[in-house]
């Protein structure tokens, strides 16, 4: 856990040199100290090509946020605004996204493993299309019937 935060917190802080205004100065702290920040205001954060595990951003706006090429691991986003965000190229694994609305997200490369989306808002079969998934996540209860590659 020190080890996957250490990795966090200085991928943060060079990540956000000079963009720290567009994001809640005391949420992001809360974030690198306690790895979680449930309901936090994370909009517009730059995560790209980050490792982020175990992270509890439940209800969490991450509306815009840029996490491409990055790896999450067990993160729970459920009823986070993910609007807008960029998951492209992001290896997503065994993470939670019930409730989480992802309208105009971009998914192009995205790998979902055993990730859970049900229950997601906002998919639409086109940007799945640009994603796959291992044939192991959860698409129960998605409000809108559509099918996610499987990844070759």
């Known amino acids: 856990m ?10 943060v802080s060079v990540a956000w040199c000079g963009e720290v205004a567009a994001l809640d ?14 309901s936090c205001d994370l909009a517009g954060a730059q995560f790209a090509r ?16 840029d996490l491409s090429g990055s790896v999450l691991f067990n993160v729970d986003l459920s009823n986070a605004d993910l609007r807008d965000a960029d998951f492209s190229g992001a290896v997503v694994q065994t993470t939670q996204f019930s409730g989480a609305n ?25 940007a799945l299309n640009l994603a796959c998934d291992d044939q192991r996540a959860n698409v129960s209860q998605v409000p809108i019937p559509f099918a996610l590659p499987i990844c070759q």
């Open 2 to 11: 020190i080890g996957r935060m250490l990795v966090m917190v200085i991928g």
């Open 25 to 38: 100065q005391q949420d992001l702290n809360r974030l690198m100290a306690d790895n979680a920040c449930e």
């Open 50 to 65: 980050m490792r982020i595990s175990g992270s509890d951003l439940v209800g969490s706006s991450l509306n815009g946020a």
């Open 102 to 126: 992802l309208a105009g997200a971009t998914l192009a490369g995205t790998v979902f493993v055993g990730a859970d989306l049900s229950g997601a808002q906002g998919l639409s079969q086109q």
